[in-house]
């Protein structure tokens, strides 16, 4: 599986993209997918998700590592008595 610097091979995906692309335009009533291409595009999708869940994480780490910052804000009335 790729680490979270690699880049994820998403051609099975565009495959089967293209695939259905294929398919709508000539009025086929179904996509067909061989057993191999069917686990490559369940595995590139379950990278996939893994991805962005790890993404998210991520995000939602650094945004809560700033919740406990206190922010003071002083108001006056704008003039200097």
């Known amino acids: 599986m790729p680490t979270q610097n690699e880049p994820l091979n998403t051609v099975p995906i565009q495959q089967f993209i293209s695939q259905v692309k ?4 000539s009025k086929a009533k ?3 997918l ?3 291409q069917s686990k490559r595009l369940a595995l590139t999708l379950g990278e ?3 991805r962005l869940t790890g993404d998210i994480e991520q995000i939602l780490a ?7 910052d206190v ?3 002083n108001m006056d009335s704008g ?3």
Do not use: L, P, Y
């Open 48 to 50: 996939v998700m893994a």
């Open 71 to 73: 922010i003071q804000v």
């Open 30 to 32: 179904e996509v067909k």
């Open 62 to 68: 650094r945004k809560n590592n700033g919740a406990d």
């Open 79 to 81: 003039s200097n008595w």
């Open 34 to 36: 061989t057993i191999e």
């Open 22 to 25: 294929s398919a709508d335009a």
